[in-house]
């Protein structure tokens, strides 16, 4: 408030309103005169700390642009503005002025204007959400090669992918069918399991992939002849024969025949010429 009494002034509680120029005037029946002037001016913390344009949480994607974010705010004495990031790589600050001409996802995060003066500080802020897709798919455990055999299992392989919005991931199997997860894993692999599988991550900025191996070994289940007749006859010096022994395995089976007198060959072909026998 502002009282005058016996040619004095009494400002009480002093509001910014109360700032400009004060003159006293002195009066009586013979005249007038004012004083000269006298400036109030008003100290305060700062405040209405404003950015503009306007800015309030952004999302933006990789590689584009945040530009030209001017800080102020009503202060006295002036203020000293400071932009605080979480990250200063790639951020250019001149005076009250931030920008960011190629955002990276290292510029994720709050961004905050201060103001500051003698009497105190006052600060806005907002957060900086950045996009992108997948640089890279990891593993976990590393490997891309596996050697299983039939009926083992094969436990949990996963994948993982760093990227925003997060990604969706996927398996493609040997055969293009797909199973959408991040794990791949086996109760009891098969030999029909063998093959390449790809982790696929994907968001709306991107897709990436990484691939592993599976190889499945197994055992001979059926061993074929061929020709398949099991009871051959051959006339003694006339006639020659030959008969091939063959079967499904991983890795390649090794073949031995054996005949009255022990073993014959061990070649997957038995050749019988007139009474003797003997490896071709």
Do not use: M
């Not at 991107?206 to 002849?225: D, F, K, R």
Request: hydrophobic share 30%; charged share 15%; net charge positive.
């Amino acid at each position: 408030g502002v009282g005058a009494n016996d040619g004095r002034l009494v400002l009480t509680k002093i509001q910014k309103s109360d700032a400009g120029e004060y003159q006293c005037n002195a009066t009586n029946v013979a005249g007038s005169r004012l004083s000269s002037t006298v400036r109030l001016t008003v100290q305060y913390a700062p405040e209405n700390v404003t950015i503009t344009p306007p800015t309030t949480n952004q999302t933006k994607n990789e590689g584009s642009s945040l530009t030209s974010l001017r800080c102020s705010a009503s202060c006295e004495p002036s203020c000293q503005i400071k932009w605080l990031t979480p990250n200063s790589a790639g951020v250019s600050i001149w005076d009250d002025i931030l920008s960011i001409i190629k955002i990276t996802r290292q510029h994720t995060g709050k961004y905050t204007c201060r103001a500051e003066n003698s009497i105190g500080s006052a600060e806005i802020d907002f957060w900086l959400d950045v996009l992108y897709p997948a640089l890279t798919v990891s593993l976990s455990p590393t490997q891309t090669s596996y050697n299983r055999t039939e009926g083992d299992a094969l436990s949990s392989i996963q994948c993982s992918a760093d990227c925003r919005p997060a990604c969706k991931k996927e398996w493609i199997y040997p055969n293009l069918s797909s199973k959408k997860s991040s794990t791949l894993s086996f109760a009891t692999i098969q030999r029909s399991d063998q093959g390449t599988y790809t982790c696929r991550a994907t968001n709306s900025l991107g897709t990436q992939q990484t691939v592993i191996h599976i190889t499945v070994n197994y055992g001979p289940s059926t061993v074929i002849l061929s020709p398949q007749n099991t009871d051959v006859k051959v006339v003694k010096d006339r006639s020659s024969l030959s008969i091939y022994c063959s079967a499904d395995c991983r890795p390649v089976c090794t073949y031995q025949w054996t005949g009255p007198n022990g073993n014959v060959t061990t070649e997957s072909r038995l050749y019988i010429s007139a009474s003797k026998l003997f490896t071709n």
